[in-house]
Nanobody
Framework: VQLVESGGGLVQPGGSLRLSCAGS????????MSWHRQAPGKERELVAA????????KYSGSVKGRFTISRDNAKNTVFLQMNSLKREDTAVYYC???????????WGQGTQVTVSS
């Protein structure tokens, strides 16, 4: 099982980024997927999750209305579209299998998102 995140970078407040997570080594379409983030000095937190078929989604209160999770099962990829980014969105973003905890992993290496002017 391998998960590889990409798409992070430096963006100004109010900007947008689209993260991708490519899965391999398992039947991607059988699993719900989720995005999490960890800021320096803070615990990792669930940001968004999506069901295996993409019909159900959920978001943390801090990102609801700004972030959108989606997936393409034909490409074994889950996405996180992040709009109206704020400085407090700065973190390393990870994807993992699962919709609700626990999330046994494995975890990807993460992709850094930095929101700064």
């Amino acid at each position: 099982v391998q998960l590889v995140e990409s798409g992070g970078g430096l963006v100004q407040p109010g900007g947008s980024l689209r993260l991708s997570c490519a899965g391999s080594g398992f039947t991607f379409s059988n699993y719900a997927m989720s995005w999490h983030r960890q800021a320096p000095g803070k615990e990792r937190e669930l940001v968004a999750a999506i069901g295996s078929a993409g019909r159900s989604t959920k978001y943390s209160g801090s990102v609801k209305g700004r972030f959108t999770i989606s997936r393409d099962n034909a490409k074994n990829t889950v996405f996180l579209q992040m709009n109206s980014l704020k400085r407090e969105d700065t973190a390393v973003y990870y994807c993992v299998r699962g919709y609700s905890g626990p999330f046994p992993g494995p975890w990807g290496q993460g992709t850094q998102v930095t929101v700064s002017s």
